[in-house]
């Protein structure tokens, strides 16, 4: 057993982490700066993990320190421990060496990494077991499960750290560009990753960036298009989910039913599909699990409130927006469909304007909060704010937690609260407003 000392417990990736090594048999604590409620708290909650906000508190010198990617090197807790001569660690570093005891299943892609995980994790749970770790705040482990579901992210190039025997690319589109020189760059490192898996990469055929991926290791592709080596026919999209027939080559496999919305989810499903299949398990077995499928945290999480419908999603990227709203359009065709947009660092906002425009203006009428980033500052992007998309998009308005009341009119629709960024505290003001 050893000790671990996390500092930005609360990020979804090191919260995650964290609940893994507990689970493992560790010792386990942690600080953040954050002291109010975040959902990924949760399960460190659940598992008796100590959260701490002072930099007073005593720390072991056995205990091995780990940090989230949105700690910065001035952090006071993090220079606190290497001035103690803690050995200290990245977190996708950990995660790496825990996850290299098992079959590793490493699910990687710009959009679609959680959904994809949190299916396979699903269908294994009922039938082979796994251990995952899946980026909504959500993870364990035993040492008594073979697999290990590992949502492989690009942010970084962490998932570089990782060596799974399976892996899945869900697309590969511009995102990260602080860190990505360009399209390329990124391509080259999911390219890497490819090369660590050691048996078979399952990736989105549709795709030219992945298409242009050189691969040591076996790849098998997915999508709609016929050079494809599983087939998607015969969608049907509606108000209760989506079905679709899948071929692999010339074969029909099954017809499957997902209580899913959007063409991007039926891409996830068949990506787990393959993937389950391959590892033995059978085709109607997965059916009747993919029935019973609820999606993780803040992937189309839906509340009703009087008559009011409430989505919070994660959607954070141009393209995640675009589906989240052809979602709610499949899902309630006959209501009006209103984004609130939170935008997430300043680089992306400045990189994707244009396609922010486009995709918010699908909704028909959109809010917009002013930038949030914590790992960047205002002064690197002048002129950079939330009015340079809102600005260009017909009947949009500006809110925050103190405006909220603006959404009052609101009542009766669908209203899609969008992004990366915890959005917890405005949709608690609208729900008051509802209530």
């Not at 960036?209 to 592709?221: E, P």
């Not at 997430?344 to 486009?358: A, E, G, L, V």
């Amino acid at each position: 057993m050893a000790k671990y000392y996390c500092i930005g417990i609360k990020g979804t990736g090191m919260s995650t982490l964290a609940q893994i090594l507990y689970d493992l048999g560790n010792e386990v604590s942690g600080y953040d700066d954050a002291k109010g409620y975040k959902f990924t708290e949760d399960g460190l909650n659940k598992r008796g993990i100590k959260i701490y906000y002072d930099h007073e508190h005593n720390i072991e010198k056995d205990t091995i320190v780990t940090y989230s990617v949105a700690v910065k090197g001035d952090n006071p807790e993090l220079k606190r421990v290497k001035e103690m001569g803690l050995t200290v660690e990245p977190y996708a570093a950990i995660m790496g060496k825990v996850i290299d005891e098992f079959t590793t299943i490493g699910v990687s892609g710009t959009h679609g990494k959680t959904t994809t995980s949190s299916l396979i994790r699903h269908i294994l749970e009922d039938t082979l077991g796994t251990n995952y770790f899946i980026g909504a705040g959500d993870g364990y482990a035993s040492r008594k499960n073979k697999y290990y579901v590992v949502e492989s992210d690009e942010f970084n190039r962490h998932f570089l750290y990782y060596h799974p025997v399976y892996s899945i690319i869900t697309n590969i589109e511009e995102e990260h560009m602080e860190i990505y020189k360009d399209i390329e760059d990124l391509k080259e490192t999911f390219e890497k990753f490819t090369n660590n898996t050691k048996e078979l990469v399952i990736a989105n055929g549709d795709n030219e960036t992945v298409r242009r991926i050189n691969s040591k290791t076996k790849m098998l592709y997915y999508g709609f298009n016929d050079n494809n080596d599983y087939i998607i026919k015969n969608v049907k999209l509606d108000e209760k989910g989506s079905s679709f027939d899948l071929y692999e080559s010339n074969k029909l496999l099954s017809n499957f039913e997902i209580p899913l919305f959007g063409k991007h989810n039926v891409m996830n499903a068949t990506a787990a599909i393959i993937l389950t299949n391959k590892l033995g398990i059978g085709i109607d077995k997965i059916k009747s699990e993919l029935l019973t499928f609820v999606n993780a945290k803040r992937r189309f999480e839906v509340t009703e409130i009087n008559g009011t419908i409430i989505v919070d999603d994660y959607a954070h990227h141009p393209t995640e927006i675009k589906a989240t709203i052809e979602a709610a359009r499949q899902r309630y065709p006959k209501r009006k469909i209103v984004a609130v947009f939170r935008p997430n660092t300043f680089s992306r906002t400045k990189d994707f304007t244009d396609d922010f425009i486009k995709s918010l203006s699908l909704a028909d009428k959109v809010y917009m909060t002013e930038i949030r980033a914590n790992r960047e500052k205002q002064e690197d992007y002048p002129g950079v704010t939330s009015h340079i998309i809102a600005d260009k998009i017909k009947d949009s308005e500006m809110v925050e937690e103190d405006t909220i009341d603006k959404l009052e009119k609101e009542k009766g629709n669908v209203v899609l609260f969008l992004g990366c960024a915890d959005n917890s505290h405005l949709i608690k003001g609208f729900e008051e407003l509802l209530k």
